[in-house]
C-alpha cells in the first residue's frame, strides 16, 4: 500500500514535470513564432480562445496567427498541473500576463491545457481554453 503511493506521488512529479516543460516551450514558441504550435495540436485539437471555438490543426494555426497583434510576450505567475486521466493525461492551468506590442500595462490571462500522450513519449494539446481576464 505505501509502495503503491509512493509510485503515484512519483508519476505525478512526472507528470508535472513535463507540463511544465511544456507550458515553458508553448509560450516560448507562440512568442517567437506562432505557427510553430502547429506540431502540438492534432485534428481533434479543440481550442476556445475568448468564447470562439475551432476544431483541427489547421483552424487553431489559422486563429493563433491572426490575432490583432505584432509583438507578445507571455510572463507566467502561478502554474498547476494533475493527472487527468487512466491514459496519462495531464491537464495544466497557467495564469499571467501578456504584454503586447508596445503596450506599457499587461493584460491578465488564463489558460486551461489538456494534454494527452501522443504515443511516442510525449505529448500534444487535446483541449486548450484561453481567457482574458479584466478588471
Avoid: C, W
Wanted: no cysteine; proline share 3%.
Amino acid at each position: 500500500r505505501e509502495r503503491e503511493r509512493e509510485r503515484e506521488k512519483e508519476r505525478i512529479n512526472t507528470e508535472s514535470q513535463h507540463a511544465e516543460q511544456f507550458t515553458e516551450f508553448y509560450y516560448t514558441t507562440f512568442d517567437r513564432n506562432r505557427s510553430e504550435l502547429a506540431a502540438l495540436y492534432r485534428d481533434q485539437s479543440m481550442l476556445t480562445f475568448e468564447s470562439a471555438a475551432v476544431q483541427g490543426t489547421t483552424g487553431i494555426v489559422e486563429k493563433l496567427v491572426s490575432l490583432p497583434f505584432g509583438k507578445i510576450k507571455h510572463q507566467i505567475a502561478t502554474f498547476d498541473a494533475q493527472p487527468s486521466n487512466e491514459q496519462g493525461g495531464i491537464l495544466v492551468m497557467v495564469t499571467g500576463a501578456l504584454l503586447i506590442d508596445e503596450e506599457e500595462r499587461p493584460m491578465n490571462y488564463t489558460q486551461i491545457f489538456q494534454l494527452l500522450p501522443n504515443g511516442s513519449g510525449s505529448y500534444f494539446v487535446f483541449n486548450d481554453m484561453f481567457k482574458l481576464i479584466y478588471g
